[in-house]
């Protein structure tokens, strides 16, 4: 007898004959799995399941859970018959087609030749879809009519996420299936356990109320059914499934069916106070995080939710996420707008810059990288309440997002079964839209008892330059490092905090893989004292900081060779042969450009290195079947050239770099109060802007970098007219249009003036007169047509490749590939001539 898990319909019956050997229980166990409908992505290209799930959906009247179970049973019904229906027909089609095409070309042969076709591609098309969803292989989404290429791919995403044996209590190794499946369960239900919480009221003393009531009223306003389907639209269509079988595609492409139930459904948990019954239970699958893990500790457990939880969650976060910078302290840089992970990246590599170039001063400073031991699951949900309690969140929103987090139930989801069910009572979902900006609600308890001893003087912390502001910590999500004088003393508030943290918020410190790194000044006695009273070892290189190099040394390309050994792991991947030339196209652009594009946000790569990576690509693009080497027909340059100028669009890796780091400067002078900011301003060009700032001796390579980039900058601005008191007539860019962009190219007999001079500063009009017996006639007619505002403003720089003014990588590209200077001009080794030169 069977019953669907989270419906209320009735009790059915389903016949299941399994092999009676045991070497064959594997199997049997794998077909009973799949007898739970799982809406398969390929059923949407078929004509008759719309009418199915509509007469489904409307012949019940009763709840969603209810509606939702039997149609679970229609389509299965449904899915039968289509099944049988298609038995053999891809391979029949195939036969027939061969046949007519055989045939003498008659108008009645010709017209079955086309319908068989597209009966044939429809096969095809179904199959292709079925194996993709499978696949995830999310960067191919066109190019390849390539049912092999997912094939392959679903096969081996599949036998690495089978989990054929685990290390179980006692040390013991076991096989067996239900032995696994009981001991993830107790290990995940021993997780998400309370702890309880210890005494609050120091750490939340330190946090500030940041919520007005204004932003509360609109937290709390009520939800409207746009807001829910605005978050259906923000979710991937075939996501991994809940434990109802049901993807987000089902509701995206069945909303004028489904639609109504689904606003009633979630409006009614929003807004009148209704409960997610047992529509938020959760599957926990385990991700290897290392080749044949053997230990629990070795995965990474993922949360599926189901789709109409998600909706809910969603919903909420996106209000959230409106405000969540209000709260959360500048040095975390994750999931807040206007934030980027390379924020983190840029000031990890000036602090330690600035520490291993310390060599003077009696004290030394210490950088503790600090990992933090199942983050998400561990946080306990009375802190994370009362932190937000306290940051002036109102009690309707906290319950909101309470009844989010603390209604689920679980079951681990073992190689496609669950195990049995339990509750938690603590913990964070990974894979729950909320779990994000929670925990960074969470992390801030950890920015308070920092900022509280910053603020009663009992640590200093570290400084990239003298007049920079002070750093205590800095924070991406669970990525921690901690600032603070090298002393025993420095290290015993150190430990005093983290203990404090672990006990209120639940986290947990892993000491083993904790590491200290120090300023160059820091006597050998005062390492060892630290080291001792933290319980961490000692390093004298980070290595990595958010996947990223923490030191680039001389030699440059060895430190990015990781770059490389991606690319080339990812081309020879044996998946990769099954790809045709259009699959090729896609998979260069959405895979193997993609690599090193972190690393170049932040970076300037040697050009070298950048041709030896075109090189991979390019041979990886002519290379014929079975990895043998094909002629190069052109020049990676030519391919590099836009698909209407004859290329393939592909990318220059050098200007590209060029590009992405000309961001960051833009980012500097347009965020001038931005902690990444204030760092870079304070060491590199205190009294000038970016710019005009100049290279230093002992400057760091990110510094370096992003000032390489500062000429395409320059090249690509342009003045939007205010005020005019801070333009100059000659010397600035201001006139739109303007082939040649000074002035001081077309006009030699006049000196230098503001363009204020030329706007009547009452009526706010351009002094036509003036304008027009100074200035060339054509040149005078472009001026006159720059709109001025009626009130007075200041000047503000607009980037000239976007109409809105906002800078864009996209555009900075264009613009270098379109510049016939050489584009070696910006390589490093000139940055570095520019330098000696000035010496």
Same mark, same amino acid.
Not at 144 to 153: A, C, M, P, R, T
Not at 296 to 324: D, E, G, H
Not at 803 to 831: I, K
């Given at each position: 007898?069977?019953?669907?898990?989270?419906?209320?319909?009735?009790?059915?019956?389903?016949?299941?004959?399994?092999?009676?050997?045991?070497?064959?229980?594997?199997?049997?166990?794998?077909?009973?799995?799949?007898?739970?409908?799982?809406?398969?992505?390929?059923?949407?290209?078929?004509?008759?399941?719309?009418?199915?799930?509509?007469?489904?959906?409307?012949?019940?009247?009763?709840?969603?859970?209810?509606?939702?179970?039997?149609?679970?049973?229609?389509?299965?019904?449904?899915?039968?018959?289509?099944?049988?229906?298609?038995?053999?027909?891809?391979?029949?089609?195939?036969?027939?087609?061969?046949? /007519?095409?055989?045939?003498?070309?008659?108008?009645?042969?010709? *017209?079955?030749?086309?319908?068989?076709?597209?009966?044939?591609?429809?096969?095809?098309?179904?199959?292709?879809?079925?194996?993709?969803?499978?696949?995830?292989?999310?960067?191919?989404?066109?190019?390849?009519?390539?049912?092999?290429?997912?094939? !392959?791919?679903?096969?081996?995403?599949?036998?690495?996420?089978?989990?054929?044996?685990?290390? =179980?209590?006692?040390?013991?190794?076991?096989?067996?299936?239900?032995?696994?499946?009981?001991?993830?369960?107790?290990?995940?239900?021993?997780?998400?356990?309370?702890?309880?919480?210890?005494?609050?009221?120091?750490?939340?003393?330190?946090?500030?109320?940041?919520?007005?009531?204004?932003?509360?009223?609109?937290?709390?306003?009520?939800?409207?059914?746009?807001?829910?389907?605005? *978050?259906?639209?923000?979710?991937?269509?075939?996501?991994?499934?809940?434990?109802?079988?049901?993807?987000?595609?089902?509701?995206?492409?069945?909303?004028?069916? @489904?639609?109504?139930?689904?606003?009633?459904?979630?409006?009614?948990?929003?807004?009148?106070?209704?409960?997610?019954?047992?529509?938020?239970?959760?599957?926990?699958? /385990?991700?290897?995080?290392?080749?044949?893990?053997?230990?629990?500790?070795?995965?990474?457990?993922?949360?599926?939710?189901?789709?109409?939880?998600?909706?809910?969650?969603?919903?909420?976060?996106?209000?959230?996420?409106? @405000?969540?910078?209000?709260?959360?302290?500048?040095?975390?840089?994750?999931?807040?707008?206007?934030?980027?992970?390379?924020?983190?990246?840029?000031? *990890?590599?000036?602090?330690?810059?600035?520490?291993?170039?310390?060599?003077?001063?009696?004290?030394?400073?210490?950088?503790?990288?600090?990992?933090?031991?199942?983050?998400?699951?561990? @946080?306990?949900?009375?802190?994370?309440?009362?932190?937000?309690?306290?940051?002036?969140?109102?009690?309707?929103?906290?319950? /909101?997002?309470?009844?989010?987090?603390?209604?689920?139930?679980?079951?681990?989801?073992?190689?496609?079964?669950?195990?049995?069910? $339990?509750?938690?009572?603590?913990?964070?979902?990974?894979?729950?839209?909320?779990?994000?900006?929670?925990?960074?609600?969470?992390?801030?308890?950890?920015?308070?008892?920092?900022?509280?001893?910053?603020?009663?003087?009992?640590?200093?912390?570290?400084?990239?330059?003298?007049?920079?502001?002070?750093?205590?910590?800095?924070?991406?999500?669970?990525?921690?490092?901690?600032?603070?004088?090298?002393?025993?003393?420095?290290? !015993?508030?150190?430990?005093?905090?983290?203990?404090?943290?672990?006990?209120?918020?639940?986290?947990?410190?892993?000491?083993?893989?904790?590491?200290? $790194?120090?300023?160059?000044?820091?006597?050998?006695?005062?390492?060892?004292?630290?080291?001792?009273?933290?319980?961490?070892?000692?390093?004298? !290189?980070?290595?990595?900081?958010?996947?990223?190099?923490?030191? =680039?040394?001389?030699?440059?390309?060895?430190?990015?060779?990781?770059?490389?050994?991606?690319?080339?792991?990812?081309?020879?991947?044996?998946?990769?042969?099954?790809?045709?030339?259009?699959?090729?196209?896609?998979?260069?652009?959405?895979?193997?450009?993609?690599?090193?594009?972190?690393?170049?946000?932040?970076?300037?790569?040697?050009?070298?290195?950048?041709?030896?990576?075109?090189?991979?690509?390019?041979?990886?693009?002519?290379?014929?079947?079975?990895?043998?080497?094909?002629?190069?027909?052109?020049?990676?340059?030519?391919?590099?050239?836009?698909?209407?100028?004859?290329?393939?669009?592909?990318?220059?890796?050098?200007?590209?770099?060029?590009?992405?780091?000309?961001?960051?400067?833009?980012?500097?002078? !347009?965020?001038?109060?931005?902690?990444?900011?204030?760092?870079?301003?304070?060491?590199?060009?205190?009294?000038?802007?970016?710019?005009?700032?100049? /290279?230093?001796?002992?400057?760091?390579?990110?510094?370096?970098?992003?000032?390489?980039?500062?000429?395409?900058?320059?090249?690509?601005?342009?003045?939007?007219?205010?005020?005019?008191?801070?333009?100059?007539?000659?010397?600035?860019?201001?006139?739109?249009?303007?082939?040649?962009?000074?002035?001081?190219?077309?006009?030699?007999?006049?000196?230098?003036?503001?363009?204020?001079?030329?706007?009547?500063?009452?009526?706010?009009?351009?002094?036509?007169?003036?304008?027009?017996?100074?200035?060339?006639?054509?040149?005078?007619?472009?001026?006159?047509?720059?709109?001025?505002?009626?009130?007075?403003?200041?000047?503000?720089?607009?980037?000239?490749?976007?109409?809105?003014?906002?800078?864009?990588?996209?555009?900075?590209?264009?613009?270098?590939?379109?510049?016939?200077?050489?584009?070696?001009?910006?390589?490093?080794?000139?940055?570095?001539?520019?330098?000696?030169?000035?010496?």
């Amino acid at each position: 007898m069977v019953k669907e898990e989270n419906t209320d319909v009735k009790w059915r019956f389903t016949g299941f004959y399994g092999s009676p050997y045991a070497q064959n229980k594997t199997e049997s166990r794998g077909r009973w799995r799949h007898l739970k409908l799982k809406f398969e992505a390929w059923w949407t290209i078929e004509e008759t399941v719309e009418e199915t799930i509509k007469k489904s959906w409307n012949s019940n009247s009763g709840t969603i859970v209810e509606k939702l179970g039997k149609l679970q049973v229609d389509l299965k019904e449904w899915a039968s018959s289509i099944k049988k229906g298609k038995e053999g027909l891809k391979k029949k089609l195939t036969e027939e087609l061969e046949v /007519l095409l055989e045939k003498e070309r008659t108008d009645d042969t010709l *017209a079955k030749i086309i319908d068989t076709r597209v009966q044939l591609n429809m096969e095809i098309d179904r199959d292709e879809i079925y194996w993709e969803q499978r696949a995830r292989a999310n960067w191919l989404k066109v190019g390849d009519k390539n049912s092999v290429f997912f094939h !392959n791919y679903a096969l081996a995403r599949k036998k690495m996420n089978m989990i054929s044996r685990l290390e =179980v209590r006692g040390g013991r190794l076991t096989s067996e299936e239900s032995e696994i499946s009981e001991e993830a369960t107790s290990f995940f239900q021993e997780m998400f356990m309370s702890r309880r919480v210890g005494d609050l009221s120091h750490i939340l003393s330190g946090i500030k109320e940041c919520i007005s009531s204004d932003i509360n009223d609109s937290l709390v306003a009520t939800f409207t059914a746009e807001e829910v389907f605005v *978050a259906l639209k923000e979710m991937g269509p075939t996501k991994a499934r809940g434990p109802d079988g049901f993807p987000t595609l089902f509701f995206q492409r069945y909303w004028h069916i @489904v639609g109504g139930d689904v606003v009633n459904f979630c409006l009614g948990i929003l807004n009148d106070d209704q409960s997610f019954g047992k529509l938020n239970s959760t599957d926990i699958v /385990l991700i290897p995080k290392v080749k044949n893990p053997i230990n629990l500790a070795n995965f990474r457990p993922i949360s599926l939710c189901m789709i109409l939880y998600k909706i809910v969650a969603k919903t909420v976060a996106n209000r959230l996420q409106r @405000v969540i910078g209000k709260c959360i302290d500048e040095a975390q840089s994750a999931f807040v707008p206007g934030r980027l992970i390379s924020d983190n990246v840029l000031l *990890a590599y000036e602090m330690l810059h600035t520490f291993r170039r310390k060599r003077t001063g009696t004290k030394g400073f210490m950088a503790v990288k600090v990992d933090m031991s199942k983050a998400y699951d561990r @946080v306990e949900w009375d802190f994370l309440k009362e932190v937000m309690l306290k940051m002036g969140f109102g009690k309707k929103w906290v319950d /909101l997002i309470l009844k989010c987090i603390t209604t689920t139930s679980f079951a681990v989801n073992i190689n496609g079964k669950r195990g049995r069910t $339990f509750n938690a009572t603590r913990g964070l979902r990974q894979g729950d839209p909320l779990s994000p900006f929670l925990f960074l609600l969470c992390s801030e308890g950890l920015s308070a008892l920092m900022r509280m001893v910053l603020k009663e003087g009992l640590l200093k912390g570290a400084k990239a330059s003298r007049g920079g502001p002070e750093l205590m910590h800095l924070l991406f999500a669970d990525d921690c490092i901690l600032f603070g004088e090298a002393t025993r003393e420095g290290a !015993n508030l150190l430990k005093g905090i983290l203990k404090e943290y672990e006990r209120c918020s639940g986290q947990c410190v892993n000491f083993d893989k904790s590491i200290i $790194f120090y300023s160059s000044n820091t006597t050998e006695e005062h390492r060892g004292a630290v080291a001792a009273v933290l319980g961490m070892r000692n390093s004298t !290189n980070m290595k990595q900081y958010l996947s990223l190099p923490s030191v =680039v040394g001389r030699r440059k390309k060895d430190s990015f060779q990781v770059l490389k050994e991606k690319i080339l792991f990812r081309i020879k991947g044996w998946s990769n042969r099954f790809l045709s030339q259009g699959g090729k196209e896609v998979f260069i652009k959405s895979v193997l450009q993609a690599i090193p594009t972190y690393a170049m946000t932040c970076f300037l790569l040697p050009n070298s290195f950048c041709r030896e990576i075109e090189q991979l690509m390019s041979r990886f693009w002519w290379q014929k079947a079975h990895g043998k080497k094909g002629i190069h027909w052109c020049q990676w340059k030519d391919l590099c050239q836009s698909k209407e100028q004859g290329g393939m669009g592909f990318r220059d890796m050098a200007k590209f770099n060029m590009a992405l780091l000309t961001k960051q400067g833009w980012r500097l002078m !347009n965020n001038p109060d931005s902690l990444v900011a204030r760092v870079f301003k304070a060491k590199y060009f205190p009294k000038e802007n970016f710019l005009n700032s100049r /290279l230093k001796i002992n400057c760091s390579f990110t510094w370096k970098s992003i000032w390489a980039a500062k000429g395409i900058l320059i090249d690509g601005l342009c003045w939007k007219v205010g005020s005019g008191k801070d333009i100059s007539v000659l010397n600035d860019v201001w006139i739109p249009d303007l082939q040649m962009l000074r002035l001081s190219h077309h006009v030699n007999n006049f000196s230098d003036f503001k363009v204020a001079e030329l706007i009547e500063a009452n009526s706010r009009e351009w002094k036509i007169e003036v304008i027009e017996s100074t200035f060339p006639a054509a040149i005078a007619a472009k001026i006159v047509c720059i709109p001025l505002a009626k009130a007075a403003h200041d000047d503000l720089l607009a980037w000239r490749g976007e109409s809105t003014g906002e800078f864009t990588v996209r555009s900075a590209y264009t613009l270098l590939q379109n510049n016939e200077t050489d584009p070696t001009a910006y390589a490093l080794h000139n940055v570095y001539r520019e330098f000696y030169r000035r010496l």
